[in-house]
């Protein structure tokens, strides 16, 4: 099937990368800067998506890419990258140093995903590799038309991408999903092994930018960014205060468990107001995004406990 293109100014454009799952629709992009200075991608989506965005591509009169660049190296960001470099050879690829190794060779990313994610992971479908002489040398970093900000938190190998006013953030800056109506949907993206510290600083990092066109990973853009991304710190400050007073024990990593707090997080947060104007089988998905968020919280409050002072990754 055709991806769908939103395009947002002459040179901006997000292709909609929907991987056959249940409720995965509008989640998952590909964006594409075409200036005429340089051609460049930010996340690539899964490999299942990789003939439609080459097709959407192909489509908007690109053959040439300056680079491919990688938020982190999760399947629903990084996985259709061997398949762009083959088709587009020569590219850099520009991801994470902690990164590289899983591009470089990709099985043991791969089993990680089908052990976490299970039929997910399979829909996503497994990366081909990169070779190691396609990735982005320091020569041609220093030449690129955008900067990397160092971004971990939802994952080690994390970058957000910063160029002319307009912030690619990952999951840097959590989730936001377009409603219908002026409502929000915003929630962390903090699966464990989450470090609060290091996520606000990350945070900190991108609203050093002062950019307020926001690109999500998942998912479009806020013209609003610098907004966006103090509520945002707020919400982990928030989440941080309700959970801390869970006591550590039993049962804590039971689906029950973390369902209960997502309960209670839902009708207490108000940027996880818009939950109830998402479709059925998007809330299925996000709640379960909710639990693993919830889970990396009380992982990271749980560490403090034992070990106060260590809690910086
Ligand atoms: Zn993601």
């Known amino acids: 099937m055709a991806a769908t293109v939103h395009q947002f100014d002459t040179h901006l454009f997000l292709i909609v ?70 088709q587009f050879p020569g590219t850099p690829v520009v991801c994470h140093p902690k990164g590289t190794p899983h591009i470089v060779d990709p099985e043991r990313l791969w089993q990680g995903t089908l052990k976490t994610l299970g039929e997910t992971g399979r829909a996503y479908g497994p990366m081909l590799p990169v070779d190691p002489s396609w990735i982005a040398t320091e020569s041609q970093l220093a030449s690129a038309p955008f900067q990397l900000l160092d971004t971990p938190g939802h994952s080690p190998h994390h970058y957000a991408i910063s160029t002319n006013g307009c912030l690619f953030a990952g ?24 470090f609060l510290e290091t996520s606000l600083s990350s945070i900190d990092r991108l609203m050093a930018t002062r950019s307020e066109t926001l690109c999500y990973g998942h998912f479009g853009m806020r013209e609003d960014g610098m907004n966006m991304l103090a509520m945002h710190r707020e919400q982990l400050l928030f989440w941080e205060k309700m959970l801390a007073v869970e006591t550590a024990g039993q049962g804590m990593d039971s689906v029950d468990f973390a369902n209960r707090w997502v309960d209670l997080l839902l009708a207490e947060d108000p940027l996880l107001n818009g939950f109830s104007q998402l479709a059925p089988e998007v809330q299925v998905r996000e709640r379960e995004f909710l639990c693993n968020s919830v889970k990396g919280f009380v992982g990271y409050l749980a560490s403090l406990k034992e070990n106060p002072i260590s809690n910086f990754e």
């Open 171 to 194: 999951e840097a800056g959590g989730v936001c999903l377009p409603l219908p109506s002026d409502d929000i949907y915003l929630r962390p993206a903090t699966p464990p092994r989450f």
């Open 17 to 86: 990368l929907t991987p056959p799952i249940s409720g995965f629709q509008d989640f998952i992009g590909a964006w594409l800067v075409a200036g005429p200075e340089s051609v460049y991608l930010v996340d690539v989506g899964p490999a299942s998506t990789a003939d439609p965005l080459i097709d959407a591509i192909t489509a908007l009169g690109v053959d040439r890419l300056d680079y491919i660049c990688l938020t982190h190296i999760h399947m629903d960001h990084a996985g259709a990258v061997g398949h762009l470099a083959r």
